[in-house]
């Protein structure tokens, strides 16, 4: 009997270390998610401005500089936005589904993906999915204007031969809904939504606009900020879900250990209470233990 209230005794105690560790974990989840929500929101007055500039490039551009359209050399570049660490559920599958689906309804030979995250990596591996680089989610809010820079460098040199501007470019990460539910969605950046490049039948000041450099080259330097601003907001939504799904996945792992530990506390309180008692019994009836 002694040597299972050892066994007990340890296990309580391997449990109250995984409890701690699960509860830091859940800590850093909840504590994780608001930058990164409050990051997403303020990158929406950037990107107003730059819808703004591509409003005021299409009311003063000629028309055929606007859209200049994709041609079947264009690159094809899907950028999607997984998780580097574990404990989110089945977070990175879902992304990876969603990205099967989509190579179904394209040219998968002319498709090149770029992953964020190296779990992501790994579940597409199992769809056997190829994917043409692998990079690095932002360790914190700081981090997401160097990877949104890095993929917005990235795209400029895969489309180094064929035009940056003739690129086709879609994202593909997760986003919340309701009841604390998420799912992945998949957002077009180009071509551009010929809305975008809609100019206004009456400019809204009274100051009209003037292109303070050629139209090429105007409308390149609006894009990369479009690509910036996108991909800014879509890699802080997607740590805002990853972060939010990990919340929920430790939230029901603290509830596991809960109930384990508890069940083991119980289980060594009667194992010394029924030690005591049959001390009790032996003293009682005059039985001296060996």
Known sequence: MS?????????????????????????LAAI????????????????????????????????QQQNRGINAQSRHILVAFGSDHGFCGNYNELVANQIQDYRTQRDADNLSILCIGAKLQNALYEHRIPILERLTPPASVDGLGRLASEIVTRIQALTAQTGFETATVDLIYTHRIEHAGREPITQALLPLNPSLLQAPQRWPSRSLPKLGLTPPKLLSALLQNHLFASIFQAAAQAMVTENAARLAIMQQAEQSVDERLEAVQREISNQRQDAITQELMDILIGHTPE
């Open 3 to 27: 040597q299972n209230l050892e066994q007990l005794t340890r296990q309580a105690q391997v449990l109250s270390s995984i409890r701690g560790i699960v509860r830091t974990m859940k800590t």
């Open 32 to 63: 994780n998610a608001p930058p990164y929500e409050q990051a997403a929101v303020s990158i929406e007055a950037f990107h107003d401005a730059v819808r703004a500039g591509l409003q005021a490039y299409a009311w003063c551009a000629p028309t």
